[in-house]
């Protein structure tokens, strides 16, 4: 199992930005798809963004695409959000996952989590 921290959170008006970053702690980081969920207050998780092993395919939710690109960095062992043109309804809980299947994104199954990074935008 992939040990996962999340760092980048917090509180930013509407229209601002924040990049999130997850860093990994296995050596075959780079064999993994790697994605992002949230989880709002009294709501389930949800999917967000997802990349493949070697950045080269991404996948995104409807609700964010166009304002948040994932990216990853295998020398740093490190996933980032970019989260641009954010909005109140982003406000979440914002949850790193690795998948062992380097190529899925479509279907982003996660294996390991990390402990989640707070994101609150403000109107």
């Known amino acids: 199992q992939v040990q996962l921290v999340e760092s980048g959170g917090g509180l930013v008006q509407a229209g601002g930005s924040l990049r999130l970053s997850c860093a990994a702690s296995v050596r075959t980081f780079s064999t993994y798809a790697m994605g992002w969920f949230r989880q709002a207050p009294g709501k389930e998780r949800q999917f967000v963004a997802a990349i493949t092993w070697s950045g080269g395919s991404t996948y995104y939710a409807d609700s964010v695409k166009g304002r948040f690109t994932i990216s990853r960095d295998n020398a740093k062992i490190t996933v980032f959000l970019q989260m641009n043109s954010l909005k109140p309804e982003d406000t979440a809980v914002y949850y790193c996952?690795?998948?062992?299947?380097?190529?899925?994104?479509?279907?982003?199954?996660?294996?390991?989590w990390g402990q989640g990074t707070q994101v609150t935008v403000s109107s």
């Open positions: 996952a690795a998948d062992r299947r380097p190529y899925s994104i479509a279907n982003f199954q996660p294996n390991s």
